[in-house]
């Protein structure tokens, strides 16, 4: 497939390098991203990836970003357009102004509750109903353990809808050896089911 215009979305559950993992992945396949990045996953972030990025300020955030990207071999990043979560003028608002897919990765339990009863509070909540109503691709990465009796409702009440719950639980029979090869089993499994190539070095049967 060729260039494709894909949502992308990090909340505050553990697990940011999912979503940064798979983000570097798009752009490596030269894909238009739009990136929304919540509060909480801000806090995330800088928990987990020691990532600061600024708030108020979508140049500086920019910047950050790319820095990062750069330091994974991502050397082109104008694909990426960033959009506060309060700002209601995003195309992605929209169901004319929508891009054809959208992934939340990772997806917390609050995101995934407000996105099954259509809260839409916020751009994140609302570009996934747009999803919804419009019957494009939306993918779901949950990542929290246990999951309660709330939590497995809400994700069934998604799936009957046709939305991907795709956890992020990455396999062992590729017997990865580092981090990034948990890490992209996830992004790969995810890439395919954007219809987008991928290596297939992870694929079944084992290749090791």
């Known amino acids: ?36 990045i919540s509060a909480a996953a801000r806090v995330v ?30 050397e082109e990043w104008s694909g990426v357009r960033y959009y506060a979560t309060d700002d209601w003028y995003a195309p992605i608002a929209s169901g004319s102004g929508a891009g054809r897919a ?5 997806c917390s339990m609050g995101s995934l509750a407000a996105i099954a009863h259509g809260m839409s509070d916020n751009l994140l909540e609302r570009a996934a109903d747009v999803m919804i109503k419009e019957r494009r691709p ?8 246990p999951f309660s009796v709330i939590h497995l409702q809400n994700m069934l009440t998604l799936a009957q809808m046709g939305v991907t719950i795709l956890p992020a639980a990455p396999g062992f029979y590729h017997r990865p050896t580092t981090v990034e090869a948990l890490l992209d089993f996830v992004v790969e499994r995810i890439l395919s ?3 987008l190539a ?11």
Not at 58 to 65: F, H, T, V
Not at 138 to 145: D, G
């Open 1 to 36: 497939m060729g260039t494709q215009h894909i949502t992308l979305a990090l909340t505050g559950a553990s697990g940011a390098r999912y979503g940064l993992r798979l983000l570097r992945a798009l752009l490596l396949q030269q894909q238009e991203v739009d990136l929304l």
């Open 45 to 74: 972030l800088r928990q987990e990836c020691d990532l600061h990025l600024p708030e108020g300020d979508p140049l500086a955030l920019r910047e950050e970003l790319g820095r990062v990207l750069q330091a994974e071999g991502v």
């Open 102 to 106: 959208m992934v939340i990765c990772p």
């Open 138 to 145: 939306l993918i779901l990465v949950p990542r929290e353990s």
């Open 193 to 195: 089911h954007l219809g």
């Open 198 to 208: 991928s290596s297939g070095a992870l694929g079944w049967p084992p290749t090791v």
